[in-house]
Protein backbone atom coordinates (compact mmCIF):
# COMPACT_ATOMS: atom_id res chain seq x y z
CA UNK A 1 0.00 0.00 0.00
CA UNK A 2 1.25 3.18 -1.18
CA UNK A 3 1.05 6.29 1.17
CA UNK A 4 0.62 9.62 -0.26
CA UNK A 5 1.51 12.80 1.05
CA UNK A 6 -1.58 15.33 1.46
CA UNK A 7 -0.08 18.97 1.15
CA UNK A 8 -2.48 22.15 2.21
CA UNK A 9 -2.48 25.04 -0.73
CA UNK A 10 -5.23 26.86 -2.74
CA UNK A 11 -5.79 28.45 -5.93
CA UNK A 12 -3.35 31.93 -6.48
CA UNK A 13 -5.78 33.24 -9.11
CA UNK A 14 -7.61 36.41 -9.05
CA UNK A 15 -11.33 34.41 -8.95
CA UNK A 16 -13.89 35.29 -6.31
CA UNK A 17 -14.37 31.37 -5.92
CA UNK A 18 -10.74 31.30 -3.97
CA UNK A 19 -10.53 27.64 -3.65
CA UNK A 20 -8.86 25.37 -1.39
CA UNK A 21 -6.71 22.85 -2.66
CA UNK A 22 -5.42 19.57 -1.55
CA UNK A 23 -1.95 18.77 -3.15
CA UNK A 24 -1.77 15.29 -3.69
CA UNK A 25 2.53 13.63 -4.14
CA UNK A 26 2.84 10.61 -4.79
CA UNK A 27 5.14 8.15 -2.55
CA UNK A 28 8.83 8.45 -3.66
CA UNK A 29 7.82 11.22 -6.36
CA UNK A 30 9.78 14.45 -6.53
CA UNK A 31 7.60 16.24 -8.13
CA UNK A 32 4.69 14.55 -9.81
CA UNK A 33 1.15 15.80 -8.31
CA UNK A 34 -2.33 15.52 -8.58
CA UNK A 35 -4.26 19.29 -7.66
CA UNK A 36 -7.86 17.84 -5.44
CA UNK A 37 -10.31 20.05 -4.00
CA UNK A 38 -10.35 20.91 -0.12
CA UNK A 39 -14.16 20.00 1.70
CA UNK A 40 -13.88 22.32 3.99
CA UNK A 41 -15.37 25.40 2.25
CA UNK A 42 -19.26 24.80 1.99
CA UNK A 43 -19.65 26.43 -1.59
CA UNK A 44 -16.57 24.41 -3.15
CA UNK A 45 -18.89 21.49 -2.93
CA UNK A 46 -15.43 18.92 -3.62
CA UNK A 47 -14.95 20.12 -7.00
CA UNK A 48 -12.25 22.22 -8.73
CA UNK A 49 -12.57 24.53 -12.24
CA UNK A 50 -10.19 23.82 -15.35
CA UNK A 51 -8.41 26.65 -14.54
CA UNK A 52 -7.52 25.56 -11.36
CA UNK A 53 -7.04 21.99 -12.57
CA UNK A 54 -4.47 23.22 -15.35
CA UNK A 55 -2.14 24.25 -12.69
CA UNK A 56 -1.17 20.32 -12.59
CA UNK A 57 0.65 21.02 -15.82
CA UNK A 58 1.27 24.13 -15.93
CA UNK A 59 3.70 24.06 -12.94
CA UNK A 60 6.70 21.94 -14.59
CA UNK A 61 6.11 23.01 -18.80
CA UNK A 62 7.90 24.11 -21.17
CA UNK A 63 7.73 27.60 -20.77
CA UNK A 64 8.49 27.83 -17.11
CA UNK A 65 11.85 30.37 -16.52
CA UNK A 66 14.97 28.80 -14.96
CA UNK A 67 17.69 30.89 -14.52
CA UNK A 68 17.86 34.82 -14.48
CA UNK A 69 17.77 36.24 -18.13
CA UNK A 70 19.48 39.73 -19.38
CA UNK A 71 18.59 41.64 -22.99
CA UNK A 72 21.53 41.33 -24.69
CA UNK A 73 20.79 43.26 -28.46
CA UNK A 74 17.33 40.77 -29.41
CA UNK A 75 18.49 38.26 -27.72
CA UNK A 76 19.02 37.10 -24.22
CA UNK A 77 21.89 35.39 -22.15
CA UNK A 78 21.84 33.99 -18.97
CA UNK A 79 23.76 35.08 -15.46
CA UNK A 80 23.91 34.32 -12.50
CA UNK A 81 21.89 35.87 -9.45
CA UNK A 82 24.62 37.49 -7.76
CA UNK A 83 24.87 39.30 -11.21
CA UNK A 84 21.81 39.67 -12.02
CA UNK A 85 21.24 41.39 -8.57
CA UNK A 86 24.20 43.46 -8.76
CA UNK A 87 22.74 45.14 -11.77
CA UNK A 88 19.75 45.45 -10.68
CA UNK A 89 20.86 47.15 -7.36
CA UNK A 90 23.18 49.76 -9.27
CA UNK A 91 20.28 50.66 -11.81
CA UNK A 92 17.55 51.56 -8.62
CA UNK A 93 20.59 53.45 -6.61
CA UNK A 94 21.30 55.39 -9.99
CA UNK A 95 17.87 55.99 -10.49
CA UNK A 96 17.42 57.31 -6.68
CA UNK A 97 20.20 59.41 -6.30
CA UNK A 98 19.18 61.32 -9.71
CA UNK A 99 15.54 61.64 -9.88
CA UNK A 100 14.58 60.73 -6.03
CA UNK A 101 13.01 57.48 -5.03
CA UNK A 102 9.39 57.87 -7.24
CA UNK A 103 10.94 57.44 -10.33
CA UNK A 104 10.99 53.68 -9.08
CA UNK A 105 8.14 52.26 -10.17
CA UNK A 106 6.81 48.85 -7.94
CA UNK A 107 3.98 47.58 -10.76
CA UNK A 108 2.30 44.45 -9.03
CA UNK A 109 -0.84 43.84 -9.76
CA UNK A 110 -3.62 40.34 -9.11
CA UNK A 111 -1.47 37.60 -11.48
CA UNK A 112 -1.26 36.02 -7.27
CA UNK A 113 -3.50 36.76 -4.75
CA UNK A 114 -0.83 34.79 -1.93
CA UNK A 115 -0.18 37.76 0.78
CA UNK A 116 3.92 37.51 0.80
CA UNK A 117 3.55 39.25 -2.71
CA UNK A 118 2.97 42.58 -0.52
CA UNK A 119 6.28 42.21 1.25
CA UNK A 120 8.23 43.23 -1.93
CA UNK A 121 6.73 47.03 -1.05
CA UNK A 122 9.34 46.77 2.18
CA UNK A 123 12.64 47.04 -0.09
CA UNK A 124 11.21 50.03 -1.91
CA UNK A 125 10.25 51.86 1.01
CA UNK A 126 13.48 51.66 2.18
CA UNK A 127 14.72 53.64 -0.66
CA UNK A 128 12.62 56.49 0.78
CA UNK A 129 9.46 55.54 -1.35
CA UNK A 130 8.43 54.77 -5.03
CA UNK A 131 5.59 55.29 -7.84
CA UNK A 132 3.08 52.65 -7.95
CA UNK A 133 -0.59 51.99 -10.05
CA UNK A 134 -3.82 53.51 -8.27
CA UNK A 135 -7.17 51.74 -8.60
CA UNK A 136 -6.80 48.18 -11.12
CA UNK A 137 -7.80 46.98 -14.15
CA UNK A 138 -10.46 45.66 -12.56
CA UNK A 139 -13.19 46.56 -9.95
CA UNK A 140 -11.53 50.34 -8.63
CA UNK A 141 -14.94 51.83 -10.18
CA UNK A 142 -17.34 49.67 -8.62
CA UNK A 143 -15.43 49.92 -5.03
CA UNK A 144 -15.60 53.48 -5.64
CA UNK A 145 -19.13 53.73 -6.02
CA UNK A 146 -20.05 51.72 -2.62
CA UNK A 147 -17.65 53.58 -1.02
CA UNK A 148 -19.57 56.96 -1.73
CA UNK A 149 -22.73 55.32 -0.29
CA UNK A 150 -21.40 53.59 2.92
CA UNK A 151 -17.84 54.89 3.35
CA UNK A 152 -16.34 51.26 2.92
CA UNK A 153 -17.19 48.74 0.91
CA UNK A 154 -19.93 46.49 2.67
CA UNK A 155 -19.16 42.54 2.94
CA UNK A 156 -21.84 40.18 1.97
CA UNK A 157 -21.36 37.10 3.19
CA UNK A 158 -22.23 34.41 0.96
CA UNK A 159 -23.73 32.48 2.92
CA UNK A 160 -26.71 35.35 3.53
CA UNK A 161 -27.71 34.14 0.17
CA UNK A 162 -29.35 31.17 1.55
CA UNK A 163 -32.33 34.16 2.82
CA UNK A 164 -33.25 35.34 -0.50
CA UNK A 165 -35.85 34.74 -2.39
CA UNK A 166 -34.27 36.12 -5.50
CA UNK A 167 -30.64 36.78 -7.04
CA UNK A 168 -30.22 39.50 -9.67
CA UNK A 169 -27.04 38.78 -11.66
CA UNK A 170 -26.71 42.38 -13.04
CA UNK A 171 -23.97 41.88 -15.68
CA UNK A 172 -22.33 39.30 -13.97
CA UNK A 173 -22.02 36.00 -16.33
CA UNK A 174 -20.97 34.02 -12.81
CA UNK A 175 -21.48 30.06 -15.31
CA UNK A 176 -18.45 31.59 -16.63
CA UNK A 177 -16.72 33.65 -14.24
CA UNK A 178 -17.88 32.26 -10.56
CA UNK A 179 -18.50 28.73 -11.11
CA UNK A 180 -18.93 27.93 -7.99
CA UNK A 181 -22.22 29.94 -7.07
CA UNK A 182 -23.67 27.96 -10.02
CA UNK A 183 -24.57 25.36 -7.25
CA UNK A 184 -26.42 27.80 -5.32
CA UNK A 185 -28.30 29.05 -7.69
CA UNK A 186 -29.76 25.66 -8.80
CA UNK A 187 -30.18 25.10 -5.01
CA UNK A 188 -32.18 28.46 -4.88
CA UNK A 189 -34.79 27.13 -7.68
CA UNK A 190 -34.99 23.78 -6.02
CA UNK A 191 -36.53 25.87 -3.37
CA UNK A 192 -38.82 27.46 -5.49
CA UNK A 193 -36.81 30.71 -5.88
CA UNK A 194 -35.22 32.50 -8.82
CA UNK A 195 -32.77 34.27 -10.04
CA UNK A 196 -32.90 36.75 -13.47
CA UNK A 197 -30.24 38.62 -15.13
CA UNK A 198 -29.54 41.77 -17.27
CA UNK A 199 -27.33 41.49 -19.71
CA UNK A 200 -26.04 42.81 -23.49
CA UNK A 201 -25.54 39.61 -24.59
CA UNK A 202 -26.31 36.10 -24.41
CA UNK A 203 -24.73 34.04 -22.07
CA UNK A 204 -24.83 30.44 -20.52
CA UNK A 205 -26.18 32.29 -17.56
CA UNK A 206 -28.81 34.08 -19.26
CA UNK A 207 -29.33 30.78 -20.92
CA UNK A 208 -29.99 29.69 -17.57
CA UNK A 209 -32.05 32.04 -15.65
CA UNK A 210 -35.57 32.53 -15.25
CA UNK A 211 -36.05 35.94 -16.98
CA UNK A 212 -33.58 38.25 -18.36
CA UNK A 213 -33.60 41.96 -19.80
CA UNK A 214 -31.22 42.85 -22.52
CA UNK A 215 -30.09 46.47 -22.16
CA UNK A 216 -27.59 48.70 -24.07
CA UNK A 217 -23.80 49.04 -22.79
CA UNK A 218 -23.17 51.63 -20.33
CA UNK A 219 -26.99 52.20 -19.37
CA UNK A 220 -26.37 50.12 -16.53
CA UNK A 221 -26.28 53.72 -13.92
CA UNK A 222 -29.75 54.52 -16.13
CA UNK A 223 -31.80 51.18 -15.95
CA UNK A 224 -30.69 51.44 -12.14
CA UNK A 225 -32.29 55.01 -11.67
CA UNK A 226 -35.57 54.30 -13.20
CA UNK A 227 -36.32 51.50 -10.89
CA UNK A 228 -35.60 53.82 -8.27
CA UNK A 229 -37.88 56.02 -9.67
CA UNK A 230 -40.81 53.46 -10.33
CA UNK A 231 -40.29 51.93 -7.08
CA UNK A 232 -40.43 55.45 -4.89
CA UNK A 233 -43.56 56.97 -7.02
CA UNK A 234 -45.61 53.18 -6.52
CA UNK A 235 -44.90 53.29 -2.93
CA UNK A 236 -43.37 49.95 -2.49
CA UNK A 237 -40.14 51.37 -1.44
CA UNK A 238 -39.68 49.34 1.84
CA UNK A 239 -40.71 51.27 4.63
CA UNK A 240 -38.40 53.06 7.13
CA UNK A 241 -35.72 53.98 3.79
CA UNK A 242 -35.52 57.65 4.71
CA UNK A 243 -33.98 57.33 8.15
CA UNK A 244 -31.29 54.79 7.03
CA UNK A 245 -30.30 57.29 4.39
CA UNK A 246 -28.21 60.99 3.98
CA UNK A 247 -30.18 63.53 1.67
CA UNK A 248 -33.32 61.12 1.09
CA UNK A 249 -35.76 63.88 0.18
CA UNK A 250 -33.57 65.73 -2.07
CA UNK A 251 -33.35 62.28 -3.46
CA UNK A 252 -36.32 62.19 -4.48
CA UNK A 253 -36.87 65.34 -5.89
CA UNK A 254 -33.92 64.35 -8.54
CA UNK A 255 -36.13 61.16 -9.15
CA UNK A 256 -38.87 63.36 -9.76
CA UNK A 257 -37.44 65.57 -12.33
CA UNK A 258 -35.74 62.64 -14.61
CA UNK A 259 -37.09 62.28 -17.58
CA UNK A 260 -38.13 58.53 -17.97
CA UNK A 261 -39.07 58.61 -21.46
CA UNK A 262 -35.49 59.56 -22.65
CA UNK A 263 -34.14 57.51 -20.25
CA UNK A 264 -35.59 54.60 -21.01
CA UNK A 265 -35.00 54.94 -24.77
CA UNK A 266 -31.30 55.17 -23.79
CA UNK A 267 -31.82 51.88 -22.28
CA UNK A 268 -33.12 49.80 -25.62
CA UNK A 269 -36.27 48.89 -23.13
CA UNK A 270 -39.65 49.23 -23.86
CA UNK A 271 -42.23 50.60 -20.97
CA UNK A 272 -43.30 47.03 -20.82
CA UNK A 273 -40.08 45.81 -20.21
CA UNK A 274 -39.09 47.96 -17.40
CA UNK A 275 -42.67 47.28 -15.67
CA UNK A 276 -41.76 43.48 -15.89
CA UNK A 277 -38.44 43.72 -14.63
CA UNK A 278 -39.73 46.04 -11.68
CA UNK A 279 -42.47 43.76 -11.23
CA UNK A 280 -40.17 41.01 -10.83
CA UNK A 281 -37.44 42.48 -8.30
CA UNK A 282 -40.70 43.31 -5.94
CA UNK A 283 -42.10 39.94 -6.15
CA UNK A 284 -38.39 38.28 -5.27
CA UNK A 285 -37.46 40.56 -2.58
CA UNK A 286 -35.61 39.72 0.11
CA UNK A 287 -33.28 40.27 -2.96
CA UNK A 288 -29.45 39.99 -3.96
CA UNK A 289 -28.16 42.03 -6.39
CA UNK A 290 -24.89 40.78 -7.84
CA UNK A 291 -23.06 42.92 -10.01
CA UNK A 292 -21.08 42.25 -12.43
CA UNK A 293 -17.04 43.95 -13.77
CA UNK A 294 -18.37 44.67 -16.78
CA UNK A 295 -20.60 47.32 -15.88
CA UNK A 296 -18.16 49.42 -14.07
CA UNK A 297 -15.87 49.31 -16.92
CA UNK A 298 -17.31 52.85 -18.64
CA UNK A 299 -16.42 56.74 -17.19
CA UNK A 300 -19.86 55.91 -15.07
CA UNK A 301 -18.89 52.50 -13.42
CA UNK A 302 -18.38 53.85 -10.00
CA UNK A 303 -22.34 55.73 -10.43
CA UNK A 304 -23.66 52.74 -11.27
CA UNK A 305 -22.77 50.83 -8.08
CA UNK A 306 -23.27 54.22 -6.41
CA UNK A 307 -27.04 54.00 -7.96
CA UNK A 308 -27.20 50.13 -7.50
CA UNK A 309 -26.69 50.34 -3.19
CA UNK A 310 -29.55 53.08 -3.82
CA UNK A 311 -31.56 50.69 -5.08
CA UNK A 312 -30.63 47.80 -2.49
CA UNK A 313 -31.72 50.74 -0.07
CA UNK A 314 -35.48 50.97 -1.48
CA UNK A 315 -35.42 47.17 -1.42
CA UNK A 316 -34.78 47.08 2.50
CA UNK A 317 -30.79 46.49 2.67
CA UNK A 318 -31.07 47.68 6.13
CA UNK A 319 -33.63 46.05 7.56
CA UNK A 320 -34.32 42.32 5.14
CA UNK A 321 -31.24 40.27 5.87
CA UNK A 322 -29.90 38.95 2.63
CA UNK A 323 -31.12 42.56 0.78
CA UNK A 324 -27.79 44.26 -1.03
CA UNK A 325 -24.99 44.59 -3.45
CA UNK A 326 -22.63 41.76 -3.78
CA UNK A 327 -19.99 42.91 -5.84
CA UNK A 328 -16.53 42.54 -4.17
CA UNK A 329 -14.37 42.81 -0.64
CA UNK A 330 -10.87 43.15 0.54
CA UNK A 331 -8.97 39.86 0.18
CA UNK A 332 -6.25 41.56 1.87
CA UNK A 333 -7.83 42.43 4.83
CA UNK A 334 -6.12 40.13 7.18
CA UNK A 335 -2.57 40.92 5.78
CA UNK A 336 -0.58 42.32 8.91
CA UNK A 337 0.04 45.72 7.46
CA UNK A 338 1.86 46.58 10.83
CA UNK A 339 5.18 44.42 9.40
CA UNK A 340 5.29 46.64 6.64
CA UNK A 341 7.46 50.06 8.02
CA UNK A 342 5.65 53.14 6.01
CA UNK A 343 6.75 54.73 3.33
CA UNK A 344 7.69 58.38 3.11
CA UNK A 345 7.41 59.13 -0.54
CA UNK A 346 4.72 57.22 -2.38
CA UNK A 347 3.52 58.52 -5.69
CA UNK A 348 0.36 56.97 -7.37
CA UNK A 349 -0.08 56.86 -11.37
CA UNK A 350 -3.23 55.84 -12.77
CA UNK A 351 -3.46 51.74 -13.47
CA UNK A 352 -5.46 52.38 -17.10
CA UNK A 353 -3.01 55.15 -18.33
CA UNK A 354 0.90 55.90 -16.85
CA UNK A 355 2.28 54.50 -19.76
CA UNK A 356 1.03 56.98 -21.68
CA UNK A 357 2.29 59.86 -19.36
CA UNK A 358 5.57 57.53 -18.11
CA UNK A 359 8.29 60.12 -19.82
CA UNK A 360 6.16 62.92 -19.08
CA UNK A 361 5.91 63.12 -15.21
CA UNK A 362 6.96 65.89 -13.28
CA UNK A 363 9.70 63.11 -11.88
CA UNK A 364 9.89 60.81 -14.74
CA UNK A 365 9.30 56.74 -14.17
CA UNK A 366 13.33 55.32 -15.00
CA UNK A 367 12.71 52.01 -13.46
CA UNK A 368 10.63 49.53 -13.13
CA UNK A 369 9.75 46.26 -11.47
CA UNK A 370 6.72 44.03 -12.79
CA UNK A 371 5.72 41.40 -10.90
CA UNK A 372 2.40 39.34 -10.71
CA UNK A 373 1.34 41.26 -13.99
CA UNK A 374 1.06 41.52 -17.66
CA UNK A 375 0.04 44.90 -18.13
CA UNK A 376 1.98 45.04 -21.99
CA UNK A 377 -1.22 42.11 -22.73
CA UNK A 378 -3.79 43.08 -20.06
CA UNK A 379 -3.97 47.03 -19.63
CA UNK A 380 -5.71 49.06 -22.22
CA UNK A 381 -3.89 50.43 -25.37
CA UNK A 382 -1.15 48.21 -25.22
CA UNK A 383 0.32 49.24 -28.69
CA UNK A 384 1.15 52.21 -26.75
CA UNK A 385 3.22 50.35 -23.85
CA UNK A 386 6.43 49.59 -25.80
CA UNK A 387 7.01 53.20 -25.61
CA UNK A 388 6.95 53.73 -22.11
CA UNK A 389 9.23 50.77 -21.60
CA UNK A 390 11.82 52.40 -24.09
CA UNK A 391 11.38 55.47 -21.81
CA UNK A 392 12.80 53.95 -18.95
CA UNK A 393 16.66 53.10 -18.35
CA UNK A 394 15.59 49.93 -16.81
CA UNK A 395 12.90 47.63 -16.17
CA UNK A 396 12.39 43.76 -14.46
CA UNK A 397 9.73 40.95 -14.53
CA UNK A 398 9.42 38.90 -11.91
CA UNK A 399 7.08 35.85 -13.30
CA UNK A 400 6.71 32.17 -14.24
CA UNK A 401 7.19 32.56 -18.14
CA UNK A 402 8.30 34.91 -20.81
CA UNK A 403 5.10 36.78 -20.88
CA UNK A 404 4.55 40.22 -23.19
CA UNK A 405 5.75 42.67 -20.12
CA UNK A 406 9.05 40.22 -19.28
CA UNK A 407 9.50 40.26 -23.39
CA UNK A 408 9.64 44.14 -23.21
CA UNK A 409 12.49 44.13 -19.72
CA UNK A 410 15.93 44.43 -19.32
CA UNK A 411 16.12 42.20 -16.92
CA UNK A 412 13.79 38.91 -16.29
CA UNK A 413 13.69 36.44 -13.30
CA UNK A 414 12.83 32.87 -12.56
CA UNK A 415 9.84 32.66 -9.94
CA UNK A 416 8.70 30.08 -8.07
CA UNK A 417 5.02 29.45 -7.83
CA UNK A 418 2.80 28.91 -5.56
CA UNK A 419 3.25 25.24 -5.14
CA UNK A 420 7.19 25.55 -4.49
CA UNK A 421 7.26 27.74 -1.55
CA UNK A 422 5.44 28.21 1.62
CA UNK A 423 3.88 28.57 4.31
CA UNK A 424 1.41 31.46 2.54
CA UNK A 425 -1.74 32.80 2.72
CA UNK A 426 -4.31 33.77 0.86
CA UNK A 427 -8.12 35.38 1.30
CA UNK A 428 -11.21 35.89 -1.20
CA UNK A 429 -12.91 38.15 -1.97
CA UNK A 430 -16.13 36.82 -1.93
CA UNK A 431 -16.44 34.12 0.76
CA UNK A 432 -14.55 35.16 4.53
CA UNK A 433 -12.91 32.24 4.78
CA UNK A 434 -8.63 32.62 4.98
CA UNK A 435 -6.34 30.04 2.91
CA UNK A 436 -2.73 28.52 4.04
CA UNK A 437 -1.04 26.88 1.79
CA UNK A 438 2.40 25.14 2.33
CA UNK A 439 5.17 23.60 0.11
CA UNK A 440 4.68 20.89 -2.16
CA UNK A 441 7.30 20.84 -4.34
CA UNK A 442 10.95 22.46 -5.50
CA UNK A 443 11.06 25.07 -8.10
CA UNK A 444 12.59 24.21 -11.38
CA UNK A 445 16.00 25.19 -12.15
CA UNK A 446 17.13 28.18 -10.61
CA UNK A 447 13.74 29.49 -9.70
CA UNK A 448 13.40 31.35 -6.54
CA UNK A 449 10.25 32.02 -4.31
CA UNK A 450 9.39 35.65 -4.58
CA UNK A 451 10.82 37.03 -1.13
CA UNK A 452 14.06 35.67 -1.82
CA UNK A 453 14.44 37.59 -5.12
CA UNK A 454 14.07 40.59 -3.00
CA UNK A 455 16.29 39.65 -0.52
CA UNK A 456 18.80 38.86 -2.54
CA UNK A 457 18.11 42.65 -3.88
CA UNK A 458 17.95 44.22 -0.56
CA UNK A 459 21.17 42.57 0.50
CA UNK A 460 22.74 44.55 -2.34
CA UNK A 461 21.69 47.51 -1.46
CA UNK A 462 22.84 47.10 1.66
CA UNK A 463 19.19 47.79 3.51
CA UNK A 464 19.02 44.31 5.85
CA UNK A 465 15.71 43.23 5.11
CA UNK A 466 15.30 39.50 4.88
CA UNK A 467 11.80 38.94 3.11
CA UNK A 468 12.02 35.25 3.96
CA UNK A 469 12.17 35.81 7.76
CA UNK A 470 8.97 38.53 7.52
CA UNK A 471 7.09 36.03 5.66
CA UNK A 472 7.32 33.78 9.12
CA UNK A 473 6.45 36.59 11.07
CA UNK A 474 3.34 37.16 9.19
CA UNK A 475 2.76 33.26 9.68
CA UNK A 476 2.93 33.28 13.20
CA UNK A 477 0.66 36.47 13.39
CA UNK A 478 -2.27 34.69 11.28
CA UNK A 479 -2.01 31.44 12.91
CA UNK A 480 -2.20 33.12 16.50
CA UNK A 481 -4.98 35.55 15.53
CA UNK A 482 -8.02 35.91 17.29
CA UNK A 483 -9.81 36.60 13.61
CA UNK A 484 -8.98 33.53 12.57
CA UNK A 485 -10.53 29.66 13.41
CA UNK A 486 -8.34 26.95 11.76
CA UNK A 487 -11.23 24.42 10.20
CA UNK A 488 -8.63 22.13 8.64
CA UNK A 489 -6.82 21.48 5.07
CA UNK A 490 -5.33 24.89 5.46
CA UNK A 491 -8.70 26.58 5.82
CA UNK A 492 -9.70 29.32 8.52
CA UNK A 493 -12.71 30.55 9.56
CA UNK A 494 -12.79 34.63 9.60
CA UNK A 495 -14.45 36.76 11.70
CA UNK A 496 -15.41 39.54 9.31
CA UNK A 497 -18.85 41.12 10.09
CA UNK A 498 -21.66 40.88 6.77
CA UNK A 499 -22.09 44.38 6.14
CA UNK A 500 -25.54 44.89 4.86
CA UNK A 501 -27.58 45.43 7.83
CA UNK A 502 -29.46 48.43 9.73
CA UNK A 503 -25.82 48.75 11.86
CA UNK A 504 -23.70 49.66 8.61
CA UNK A 505 -24.99 53.19 8.69
CA UNK A 506 -26.72 55.68 6.53
CA UNK A 507 -26.34 55.15 2.63
CA UNK A 508 -25.38 58.72 1.38
CA UNK A 509 -27.51 59.09 -1.71
CA UNK A 510 -26.53 60.41 -4.83
CA UNK A 511 -26.34 64.11 -4.98
CA UNK A 512 -26.42 64.28 -8.68
CA UNK A 513 -28.87 62.19 -11.29
CA UNK A 514 -26.41 62.51 -14.10
CA UNK A 515 -24.51 59.82 -15.39
CA UNK A 516 -21.65 60.99 -17.34
CA UNK A 517 -22.48 59.59 -21.31
CA UNK A 518 -20.33 57.46 -23.16
CA UNK A 519 -18.01 59.08 -25.33
CA UNK A 520 -18.23 58.07 -29.10
CA UNK A 521 -16.38 60.10 -31.05
CA UNK A 522 -15.81 59.02 -34.36
CA UNK A 523 -19.15 56.59 -34.71
CA UNK A 524 -17.76 53.91 -34.60
CA UNK A 525 -18.89 50.18 -32.76
CA UNK A 526 -18.49 49.75 -29.22
CA UNK A 527 -15.58 47.33 -28.11
CA UNK A 528 -16.85 45.27 -25.41
CA UNK A 529 -14.14 42.48 -23.85
CA UNK A 530 -15.35 39.80 -21.76
CA UNK A 531 -13.71 37.22 -19.63
CA UNK A 532 -14.15 33.57 -20.23
CA UNK A 533 -14.26 30.27 -18.49
CA UNK A 534 -10.79 29.08 -20.50
CA UNK A 535 -8.83 31.62 -18.73
CA UNK A 536 -8.11 34.14 -16.07
CA UNK A 537 -8.24 37.83 -16.83
CA UNK A 538 -7.16 37.70 -20.56
CA UNK A 539 -4.04 35.46 -19.50
CA UNK A 540 -4.35 32.30 -21.69
CA UNK A 541 -1.88 30.09 -20.43
CA UNK A 542 -2.55 26.14 -22.12
CA UNK A 543 -4.96 27.51 -23.90
CA UNK A 544 -4.36 27.39 -27.88
CA UNK A 545 -3.58 30.83 -28.56
CA UNK A 546 -3.64 29.91 -32.29
CA UNK A 547 -7.07 30.29 -33.00
CA UNK A 548 -8.55 33.36 -34.85
CA UNK A 549 -10.24 35.50 -32.39
CA UNK A 550 -13.85 35.73 -32.78
CA UNK A 551 -16.34 39.32 -32.76
CA UNK A 552 -19.99 38.96 -31.72
CA UNK A 553 -22.35 41.29 -33.24
CA UNK A 554 -25.91 41.89 -33.80
CA UNK A 555 -27.13 39.93 -36.90
CA UNK A 556 -28.34 43.48 -37.81
CA UNK A 557 -24.91 45.04 -37.97
CA UNK A 558 -23.59 42.32 -40.07
CA UNK A 559 -26.17 42.81 -42.34
CA UNK A 560 -25.32 46.39 -42.47
CA UNK A 561 -21.94 45.67 -43.74
CA UNK A 562 -22.85 42.71 -46.09
CA UNK A 563 -21.13 40.32 -43.89
CA UNK A 564 -21.96 37.14 -43.27
CA UNK A 565 -21.38 34.44 -39.72
CA UNK A 566 -18.24 33.26 -40.44
CA UNK A 567 -16.63 35.84 -42.72
CA UNK A 568 -12.97 36.62 -41.65
CA UNK A 569 -13.13 40.10 -41.06
CA UNK A 570 -10.88 43.11 -39.48
CA UNK A 571 -11.58 44.76 -36.47
CA UNK A 572 -9.71 48.43 -36.18
CA UNK A 573 -9.42 51.48 -34.44
CA UNK A 574 -7.03 53.60 -36.91
CA UNK A 575 -3.94 52.33 -37.75
CA UNK A 576 -4.37 49.17 -35.11
CA UNK A 577 -6.53 46.32 -37.09
CA UNK A 578 -6.71 42.53 -35.55
CA UNK A 579 -8.08 40.14 -37.95
CA UNK A 580 -11.36 37.81 -36.34
CA UNK A 581 -14.16 35.35 -37.23
CA UNK A 582 -17.73 37.10 -37.52
CA UNK A 583 -20.24 35.25 -35.30
CA UNK A 584 -23.99 36.67 -34.80
CA UNK A 585 -25.35 36.88 -31.86
CA UNK A 586 -29.36 37.47 -32.17
CA UNK A 587 -29.39 38.47 -28.67
CA UNK A 588 -27.31 41.51 -29.11
CA UNK A 589 -28.84 44.73 -30.15
CA UNK A 590 -26.84 47.48 -32.66
CA UNK A 591 -24.20 49.42 -32.00
CA UNK A 592 -21.30 47.50 -30.06
CA UNK A 593 -19.12 44.21 -30.62
CA UNK A 594 -18.02 41.27 -28.39
CA UNK A 595 -14.65 39.64 -28.23
CA UNK A 596 -12.99 37.73 -25.88
CA UNK A 597 -10.23 39.09 -23.14
CA UNK A 598 -6.55 37.30 -24.27
CA UNK A 599 -7.36 37.24 -27.81
CA UNK A 600 -4.38 37.97 -30.04
CA UNK A 601 -3.80 42.16 -29.96
CA UNK A 602 -7.32 42.68 -28.32
CA UNK A 603 -5.88 45.17 -25.69
CA UNK A 604 -4.68 47.18 -28.61
CA UNK A 605 -8.11 48.23 -29.89
CA UNK A 606 -8.91 49.47 -26.23
CA UNK A 607 -8.52 53.17 -25.21
CA UNK A 608 -6.71 53.95 -22.08
CA UNK A 609 -8.33 56.32 -19.83
CA UNK A 610 -9.54 56.42 -16.01
CA UNK A 611 -12.88 56.75 -14.81
CA UNK A 612 -13.87 57.63 -11.32
CA UNK A 613 -12.12 55.59 -8.17
CA UNK A 614 -8.79 55.51 -10.40
CA UNK A 615 -11.16 53.07 -12.85
CA UNK A 616 -10.35 51.19 -15.99
CA UNK A 617 -13.09 52.04 -18.46
CA UNK A 618 -12.18 49.12 -21.10
CA UNK A 619 -15.53 49.74 -22.33
CA UNK A 620 -15.42 53.41 -23.58
CA UNK A 621 -13.65 51.79 -26.79
CA UNK A 622 -14.64 52.17 -30.43
CA UNK A 623 -13.65 50.45 -33.39
CA UNK A 624 -14.78 50.07 -37.07
CA UNK A 625 -15.70 46.59 -38.21
CA UNK A 626 -15.27 45.90 -42.20
CA UNK A 627 -14.98 42.73 -45.03
CA UNK A 628 -10.75 41.58 -44.69
CA UNK A 629 -9.41 42.40 -48.01
CA UNK A 630 -9.53 39.62 -50.18
CA UNK A 631 -5.68 39.29 -50.56
CA UNK A 632 -5.64 39.50 -47.10
CA UNK A 633 -7.90 36.66 -46.60
CA UNK A 634 -5.86 34.13 -49.60
CA UNK A 635 -2.57 34.93 -47.23
Same mark, same amino acid.
Given at each position: ?396 ? $?? +? %??? &? =?? /? !???? #? ?63 ? $?? +? %??? &? =?? /? !???? #? ?144
Amino acid at each position: ITMDEIIPSACPHDCPDACSFLVRKAEGSKNRITIESGKVIPFQEGWICLKGKRWERRYRTQNRLKRPLKKNGNGWVEISWDDAWTIWANHLMEATEKYGPQANLFYQSAGSQYFSKRLGREIFSALGGYSEPAGSLCGAAGGAGLKKAFGHIPVYAPEKLYQVKGILLWGRNVFDTHPHLVPLLTGLKNRSKAFAAIEIRTTRTTEAAERWWRIKPGTDAILALLLCKNIVESGDAASGWMEHSEKGEQFIKLLAELDSKALLDETGLSQSDLSDLCRWILEHRPLAIYGGYGIQRYYNGSFTFHTLASLALLLGSFKIPGTGVVFGKDEMRFFPEDILKPTALKRKVPVADWHLRASTLSSPIKTALFTCSNPAKQGPETDRFPRAMESMDFSVC $ID +L %EMT &E =TA /A !LCDL #VLPAACFLEEGPDWRGSWWHTYLLRSEKALDPPGQALPEPVIMTGLADKLGLGIDLENMRTKMDR $IL +L %ESP &E =TE /A !LGEG #VFRTKESHGWTKDAGPIKLPEVLHPERSRNDWRGLRFITVHTAEYINGQNWGVNEDLLNAVFVSPLEGNRRGLREGDRVRVRKKDVVIHAVLRFDKAMDSGYCVMVQGGKGTNMLTTAGTSPGYGTPFHESFVVLEAEPESDENA
